[in-house]
């Protein structure tokens, strides 16, 4: 007879990575859905924290004083007890100081895709201030050019998101993180919410 191992839980929470567009948003719903977790997005995260929109913190602050926000509120939400999934923003891991932050007790999953992927998904980029009223394809493609490195290095498992849908991507996700040994098997079958990647 064979043996069939328990897949182990994710240790710690399950941070989702990536650029812009990536789908971080959508699929972290769905998968917290999956995995009975509590769902944080990071961006609505500083948002609550201020009473203020990305776009307005951008403009008043720049995007030093939303940085150091974001450095906050990925300690503050990271000190939840319970395990959560965590959608960050895109340039997370622009400080050394997140990708300790992280790697300390995140299982972290990069959702990729292409950058003409990811300019479908963006549209015209409102409430994004990096591609607000700039060539978002462009934008992206050297935010990818900078940004993969970090992502490759702080991911435990990437996954490929280009023309999937939502629910594709959530089962691609406990997919993969059973492969490595990261299983879910809190995981529930079946996904009520698809469709494409919306605001990520
Ligand atoms: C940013 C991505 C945005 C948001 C901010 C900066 C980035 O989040 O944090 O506009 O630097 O890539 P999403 O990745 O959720 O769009």
């Given at each position: 007879m064979v043996t069939v191992p328990e897949p182990v839980a994710p240790v710690g929470h399950l941070a989702l990575v990536g650029l812009m567009g990536s789908g971080k948003t959508a699929?972290?719903?769905v998968l917290a859905d999956r995995l009975r977790r509590r769902h944080v997005d990071l961006d609505r995260a500083i948002t609550q924290l201020t009473g203020r929109s990305i776009g307005v913190i951008f403009?008043?602050?720049?995007?030093?004083?939303?940085?150091?926000?974001?450095?906050?509120?990925?300690?503050?939400?990271?000190?939840?007890?319970?395990p959560i999934v965590l959608s960050t923003g895109g340039?997370?891991?622009?400080?050394?100081?997140?990708?300790?932050?992280?790697?300390?007790?995140?299982?972290?999953?990069?959702?990729?895709?292409?950058?003409?992927?990811?300019?479908?998904?963006v549209g015209d980029?409102?409430?994004?201030?990096?591609?607000?009223?700039?060539n978002a394809l462009g934008v992206l493609r050297d935010l990818a050019d900078d940004r993969d490195p970090a992502y490759e290095r702080a991911a435990n498992?990437?996954?490929?998101?280009?023309?999937?849908?939502?629910?594709?991507?959530?089962?691609?996700?406990?997919?993969?993180l059973t492969d490595v040994g990261l299983g879910c098997p809190e995981?529930?079958?079946?996904?009520t919410v698809d469709g494409a990647g919306g605001r990520s």
């Open positions: 699929v972290g719903r403009h008043e602050g720049g995007e030093s004083t939303f940085r150091d926000l974001e450095a906050q509120s990925l300690v503050l939400q990271l000190a939840a007890g319970d340039g997370v891991l622009g400080r050394g100081e997140n990708c300790a932050v992280l790697a300390a007790d995140s299982t972290v999953v990069w959702l990729r895709a292409r950058p003409e992927t990811l300019v479908d998904r980029g409102v409430g994004r201030p990096l591609l607000e009223g700039r498992v990437a996954v490929d998101t280009d023309g999937l849908t939502v629910g594709q991507v959530v089962d691609a996700v406990l997919d993969v995981a529930l079958a079946g996904s």
